[in-house]
């Protein structure tokens, strides 16, 4: 199965700037997706990271506040933009491979924003 | 996708089975049972599936009732390891473009 890295790890980061998280896949990967989790809260899904076309956002999450990039068949970045304090969470990006059932999950990124 | 039901915690004794329901009484014939779990601090794992019948890995075993409106997963000799949220997921089959949403699951505490 696949193998997914994020960087950076964890970060803390000042109100008013933005962040580049990368996830990296050690293989081919037809979808990356990302999601933001909360302080004691379940998983939600920020959006679908699309080869070669723009995301899929889900419904409250906008392509001003939250950019994704997807060069590649084995890269991703999200971006969080003008944070504040409410983008406080760990962020964690996953993928799918074709003929596999299950996703892949990476470590996450943890975000504290003063 | 239809909705689940998960108790929101659980205890288990280590040594001991546990056993997490799942209700989903709105599940359509083509959707299938997903369950992952989240071990503090990582990003979620899968752990099984199934569509009708009962189904047995390595790490778990899934029961699923003959309406498919519930099921359980049993967790078979539950160790200090296996505390986490359990999430139950319904939906279509899995592929690598189907997206998978997340509701609030089961925090189970394993306890020595």
């Known amino acids: 199965s696949a193998v997914i890295s994020q960087k950076p790890s964890r970060d803390i980061c000042q109100r008013g700037t933005s962040l580049t998280i990368q996830c990296q896949v050690d293989?081919?990967?037809?979808?990356m997706f990302w999601y933001r989790q909360q302080p004691g809260q379940s998983l939600t899904l920020i959006a679908t990271a699309n080869q070669g076309s723009e995301a899929t956002y889900e419904s409250g999450f906008v392509i001003d506040k939250f950019p994704i990039s997807r060069p590649n068949l084995t890269f991703s970045t999200l971006t969080v933009s003008n944070m504040s304090p409410e983008d406080s969470s760990i962020y964690l990006c996953?993928?799918?491979?074709?003929?596999?059932?299950?996703?892949?999950f990476g470590p996450g990124t943890r975000l504290t924003v003063l | 996708d239809a909705k689940t039901t998960q108790p929101p915690s659980m205890d288990c004794a280590e040594g001991r089975a546990a056993n997490l329901p799942c209700n989903h009484s709105?599940?359509?014939?083509?959707?299938?049972v997903y369950w992952y779990r989240q071990i503090h601090s990582q990003g979620p794992q899968y752990i099984i599936h199934?569509?009708?019948n009962n189904e047995t890995n390595e790490m778990a075993s899934l029961i699923i009732t003959e309406d498919r409106k519930s099921s359980t997963l049993i967790l078979p000799h539950a160790t200090l390891r296996d505390t986490a949220v359990y999430y139950c997921i319904v939906r279509v089959a899995l592929g690598a473009t189907n997206k998978l949403i997340f509701g609030t699951g089961t925090l189970l505490a394993v306890q020595p």
């Open positions: 709105t599940i359509s014939g083509n959707e299938y």
């Open positions: 293989s081919q990967v037809t979808m």
């Open positions: 199934g569509l009708k």
């Open positions: 996953s993928v799918g491979k074709t003929g596999v059932h299950d996703k892949i």
